[in-house]
């Protein structure tokens, strides 16, 4: 079983401690590789995102912590960049030309509104409240409408590319399917989850099993049940714990390679000595 994680949040974002702190949990656990992916800079503030002004220190931080460990354990610095819309996503040239390993594509925020701020955009992983009341006032009460936007967005991130991994690639159905209305079963929902697999591969991109709500919820993104379809598409993959806390790094992590197994795959694709390389399960 790998012993790596690619995204991970510190005090860079929402992440509750420092970056060193998880490198001393990575190390106590013999990983092999760690990658920092805090949340991108917004054009507006958020609790969870960094600031613009915080990058120089972001890059020079890990950049030191990279030296410091660098015969003990691989430290990759990437981003999770969350696509907002055509004018702010992982493709603008500002995140294009940063200096980083690799790249985490997100969506957590759908804009109804112009311009781009707080109060118009819908937060698709926050209290599910929240939620309920932005199915009612921004979707005509239409839950099947919300999800519809959620993988209109995620395409279009992929088609805009920028991006190396798809980040929890389904998150819309954590809080969605509390809505009386959603069905995972319904067309309306498979055929775009569908498509978006198809668009995911035809593109050669990455998918992590994101880890996250494993333990807590019995969650995972992709949903356990349709890693087989990832599979049949060739679509490779990595376990990530998504961790906000460094006792949290390897949450998860054992189960999800089981369910890897289960679903007929034999390797996941990993950062080695700074190049994506499929390596076997073992
Ligand atoms: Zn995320
Ligand atoms: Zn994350």
Redesign the pocket.
């Known amino acids: 079983m790998q012993l790596s994680n690619y ?3 510190c005090t860079f974002c929402d992440g509750r401690s420092y970056p060193e702190e998880f490198i001393k949990f990575a190390l106590a656990h013999h990983f092999r590789a760690y990658g920092f ?1 805090s ?1 991108s800079p917004l054009p507006f503030e958020t609790f969870w995102n960094m600031s613009k002004e915080d990058m120089p220190d972001y890059l020079t931080e890990i950049g030191r912590l990279k030296q410091k460990y660098k015969d003990r354990i691989e430290i990759y610095i990437g981003l ?1 960049i969350d696509y907002l819309d055509e004018t702010y996503n992982p493709s603008v040239s500002y995140f294009r030309d940063l200096p980083l390993d690799y790249r ?1 594509g ?1 969506v957590h925020f759908l804009p109804v509104a112009l311009p781009l701020s707080p109060g118009h955009v819908v937060t698709i992983d926050g209290p599910y409240a929240e939620l309920e009341q932005a199915i009612r006032l921004h979707y005509g009460g239409s839950v099947r409408r919300l999800v519809a936007q959620y993988f209109e967005s995620s395409m279009r991130m992929v088609e805009s590319g920028g991006i190396d991994i798809v ?2 690639l389904d998150k819309i159905y954590m809080n969605s399917c509390l809505n009386p209305d959603f069905n995972f079963e319904a067309e309306w929902y498979q055929r775009p989850f569908n498509s978006y697999l198809d668009l995911i591969a035809e593109k050669g991109l990455m998918v992590e099993i ?1 880890t ?1 709500n494993l333990t807590r919820k019995r969650q995972t993104f992709p949903r356990a049940e349709y890693l087989p379809r990832l599979r049949q598409r060739n679509i490779p993959v990595m376990v990530n714990s ?1 961790c ?1 806390y460094p006792d949290l790094v390897n949450d998860g992590r054992k189960e999800a390679f089981e369910l890897l197994l289960a679903a007929g795959y034999g390797s996941t694709r990993e950062l080695v000595q700074g190049k994506w390389q499929d390596v076997p399960i073992d």
């Open positions: 995204h991970s949040h992916s949340h999770e985490i997100s980040g929890h994101n996250k998504d906000h």
